[in-house]
Each structure stands twice: as C-alpha cells, then as structure tokens.
Antibody
Framework: QVQLVESGGGVVQPGRSLRLSCAASGFTFRSYGMHWVRQAPGKGLEWVALISYDGGNKYYLDSVKGRFTISRDNSKNTLYLQMNSLRAEDTAVYYC????????????????WGQGTLVTVSS | DFVMTQSPDSLAVSLGERATINCKSSQSVLYTSNSKNYLAWYQQKPGQPPKLLIYWASIRESGVPDRFSGSGSGTDFTLTISSLQAEDVAVYYCQQYHNTPYTFGQGTKLEFK
C-alpha cells in the first residue's frame, strides 16, 4: 500500500534552516509529481511547492520562493523540502502529497498524503 | 493567483439530512481544450491529513461513498452530501489545480445540528 512518511520537523529559530524529507513506498515514485502542502495551527491548507516526476520542473508559493527548495531523489524514493531563512509565519504542519495521475503535474488532485511533520519557528 | 472562496464557513446539519457546500473561484478553472474543470474536494478530520473525495469537479475517488457528489463548472462548484452520516463530520476544502499556486478554499466545517 502507498505510504508517505515525513520527517525532519522541529523547533527552529527565525532565520535558521531545516530540511524535511518524505519517504515514499508502495508505488512507482519516479512516475509521479509530488507536492508539499502546509497547515498552520488551527488554519486551512496552503499549497507550498510542486516537483515534476523527473525533477525537471519546480513551482513554488510566492511567499517561499527564494527561501524553500523542493527536490527529489528517485533512486531513494524520497522527496525533500529545504527551508532556509525561516520565519514565524512558516510555522505549520508540512504534508507531502502524491499526484493522482502519472506524469501529470496538473492534477487531478492529491490522492495520498503523509501524516505530516510539525515545523515551529520561534525564538 | 486563483482565489477560492467557500460558503458557508460552517454548517450544522441533522443526521440523514443533505449538506451543501459551495466553492467559487476568482477565475474559471475550466480548460476548454479538454472540457475539464480542474477542481478537487477534500475531507479532513481532526488530527488526520486531508482525503481526496472528488476530482475533475464531479468524479468520485475510489472508495468514496456515493452520498458524496460534486457539481459545477467554470467558477462555481458544489459538494453535496445527500444524507449526512456520523463519520462525515469534518472540514471540507475545495482546491483548484488549473494553475500554480494550487490554491485551496478556506474550508467549511461541517457539524451535527
């Protein structure tokens, strides 16, 4: 069965860095676009970034452009989110999510999600 | 960016009654080249990740009960639960995947009356 397991969250001071990982199993990872979505405590969902199945295309939320980098290692079935210059407003649970269709990047939706990892940015 | 606005923000419905949640996009999510609406609906229960319910605005995800249905086109969409069950209490989100950033609505909290 499909599993997505995030790790790497924690408490970090403003301006510091953190790298999140998402270990994937149960499907052909290299065939699917992958996303990061975040949810601040008690708030709604916010899409953060997308990487195409081959890593060739990457897209970001404007507020994280230049600070966050999405990447993947298809040989390790792992998705990453490098987060630099962290701000208090980046505090959230970060989910990785799988595109529903192979080779897509344009939906139709995210059919599997991890349980999330909490990132807290605080001094 | 596409702004997705859901209504209402919260909704209280009796067991067995119909629940209707609306989602309006600031721009059309319909691709005329393939006549598909790039819109999905998700359900999120406390302490859990979201679950995909509906994609292409009206296609039910595998395993989703048929009391859930999606409708609409262009900029106006609706998620309907035909007969509310206990396990349907959750927050529901619409999402457009027509263009990045793939924006979500603010969520609608569905409760029992």
């Amino acid at each position: 069965q499909v599993q997505l397991v995030e790790s790497g969250g924690g408490v970090v001071q403003p301006g510091r860095s953190l790298r999140l990982s998402c270990a994937a199993s149960g499907f052909t990872f290299r065939s699917y676009g992958m996303h990061w979505v975040r949810q601040a405590p008690g708030k709604g969902l916010e899409w953060v970034a997308l990487i195409s199945y081959d890593g060739g295309n990457k897209y970001y939320l404007d507020s994280v452009k230049g600070r966050f980098t999405i990447s993947r290692d298809n040989s390790k079935n792992t998705l990453y989110l490098q987060m630099n210059s962290l701000r208090a407003e980046d505090t959230a649970v970060y989910y990785c999510a799988k595109e529903k269709e192979e080779y897509s990047g344009y939906g139709p939706g995210f059919d599997y999600w991890g349980q999330g990892t909490l990132v807290t940015v605080s001094s | 960016d596409f702004v997705m606005t859901q209504s209402p923000d919260s909704l209280a419905v009796s067991l067995g009654e119909r629940a209707t949640i609306n989602c309006k996009s600031s721009q059309s999510v319909l691709y005329t080249s393939n006549s598909k609406n790039y819109l999905a609906w998700y359900q999120q229960k406390p302490g859990q990740p979201p679950k995909l319910l509906i994609y292409w605005a009206s296609i039910r995800e595998s395993g989703v009960p048929d009391r859930f249905s999606g409708s609409g086109s262009g900029t106006d969409f609706t998620l309907t639960i035909s007969s509310l069950q206990a396990e349907d209490v959750a927050v529901y989100y619409c999402q457009q995947y027509h263009n990045t950033p793939y924006t979500f609505g603010q969520g609608t909290k569905l409760e029992f009356k």
